[in-house]
C-alpha cells in the first residue's frame, strides 16, 4: 500500500513557476513509476508526465520544456517544477504510483488527492 500526499500547488501570474511535491509513504517507493496528471474543471484528467524507477521520464508535448520531474527516493518524494506557467495550465494536479512508467491513468494504482493550480492571465 502507498499513500500519496501533494503539496506546493497555488495562484501563479503566467510566465511564472511552482514547484509541486509528492510524499509518499512505504518501504518501497523506489520501485514504483510515479506520474503526475492533472484535471481542469469539465475535462477529463489527463496525462502530464512520470518517471520510472530508474528515472526514465515522459512528457505531454504542451509541457516538454516547462516542466521537470524528478525523484528523491530517499525521502520518498517525487517533484514537480513548472516553468512559464500558461493559463491553460490551470488544473487539480495529482500524483500517481504504479508498476510501470505509462501515460494510461488505468495502470496507475495509488493516487494522490490533488493539489490546485491556478495560472492567471
Known amino acids: 500500500q502507498v499513500q500519496l500526499v501533494e503539496s506546493g500547488g497555488g495562484l501563479v501570474q503566467a510566465g511564472g513557476s511552482l514547484r509541486l511535491s509528492c510524499a509518499a509513504s512505504?518501504?518501497?517507493?523506489?520501485?514504483?513509476?510515479m506520474g503526475w496528471f492533472r484535471q481542469a474543471p469539465g475535462k477529463e484528467r489527463e496525462f502530464v508526465t512520470a518517471?520510472?524507477?530508474?528515472?526514465?521520464?515522459r512528457y505531454r508535448d504542451s509541457v516538454k520544456g516547462r516542466f521537470t520531474i524528478s525523484r528523491d527516493n530517499a525521502k520518498n518524494t517525487v517533484y514537480l517544477q513548472m516553468n512559464s506557467l500558461k493559463p491553460e495550465d490551470t488544473a487539480v494536479y495529482y500524483c500517481?504510483?504504479?508498476?510501470?512508467?505509462?501515460?494510461?491513468?488505468?495502470?496507475?494504482?495509488?493516487w494522490g488527492q490533488g493539489t490546485q493550480v491556478t495560472v492567471s492571465s
Open positions: 518517471i520510472s524507477w530508474s528515472r526514465i521520464t
Open positions: 500517481a504510483a504504479g508498476r510501470d512508467l505509462t501515460v494510461t491513468i488505468e495502470q496507475y494504482d495509488y
Open positions: 512505504g518501504r518501497t517507493f523506489s520501485t514504483y513509476a
